[in-house]
């Protein structure tokens, strides 16, 4: 179904098991990568990939970039919804983005489920 998938973004691997775990335990159907250049792609060929929920600072490609150029590269008529999991309290966005949640870690599992259900509702 399209849009009905979570993928989430983290170049700490070590954590995205568990991530995948939490988000398939609260119902939803999850991908994770530690890549952003990777989930770039992903996100293009995964229809399914409705919530995209990204750490801001990466060594390859910051959060806040990846967002942007996936933004610019979805074809037109394609709705991805983005979330920022970060640990990093000082979290400037630039305006382009500053509609998109900012969630700092460790996340309110509660909080951060419910806008998941908000951002796939509006799909």
């Not at 806040?64 to 999991?85: C, E």
């Amino acid at each position: 179904m399209p849009g009905s998938h979570i993928l989430l973004i983290d170049d700490e691997q070590d954590v995205l098991p568990e991530y995948k775990e939490f988000l398939e335990f609260a119902g939803f159907k999850a991908f994770t990568s530690a890549d952003p250049v990777e989930a770039h792609e992903l996100v293009l060929n995964t229809p399914e990939i409705g919530v995209v929920i990204t750490d801001l600072r990466m060594a390859q490609v910051d959060g806040a970039s990846m967002i942007r150029n996936l933004r610019a590269a979805l074809p037109a008529g394609r709705h991805v919804a983005f979330i920022i999991l970060t640990g990093d309290a000082s979290t400037q966005l630039g305006s382009d983005i500053a509609d998109v949640p900012v969630f700092l870690k460790p996340a309110d599992t509660d909080a951060l489920i419910a806008a998941i259900r908000v951002a796939l509702s509006r799909l």
